[in-house]
């Protein structure tokens, strides 16, 4: 099992940036997928960012493309997202998760159905 504690988030107005911040620990030897999925109230919940940790490749949801940026300190075990340009329709819970996939072009679509993740964080932009 994986722990996975989160930082960051808040508001802030339309255009702003924020980073968000995920620390692992534990078992984090079982999982090569770590990202970011957000739920919105009556949405379907949807895969942000992701990164194939040991292969260092990067996913990111077209809503988020060229806005987004999403890395991995492997020393640390830590995951970042870099939210720039952030619009209303971004205002939701971001939650970190990580889990084992067999293709890393599979874990975007898997980031909510894992069982480690951490608490969540609100983000709201205001118009």
């Known amino acids: 099992q994986v722990q996975l504690v989160e930082s960051g988030g808040g508001s802030v107005p339309a255009g702003g940036s924020l980073r968000l911040s995920c620390a692992a620990s534990g078992r984090t030897d079982t999982t090569n997928c770590m990202g970011w999925f957000r739920q919105v109230p009556g949405k379907e919940r949807e895969g942000v960012a992701n990164i194939d940790t040991l292969q260092d490749i990067t996913y990111l949801a077209d809503s988020v493309k060229g806005r987004f940026n999403i890395s991995y300190d492997n020393a640390k075990r830590t995951v970042y997202l870099q939210m720039n340009n952030l619009k209303p329709e971004d205002t939701a819970m971001y939650y970190c998760?990580?889990?084992?996939?067999?293709?890393?072009?599979?874990?975007?679509?898997?980031?909510?159905?894992?069982?480690?993740r951490g608490q969540g964080t609100q983000i709201t932009v205001s118009s």
């Open positions: 998760a990580t889990g084992w996939v067999r293709r890393s072009t599979t874990c975007l679509a898997s980031l909510a159905d894992f069982g480690d």
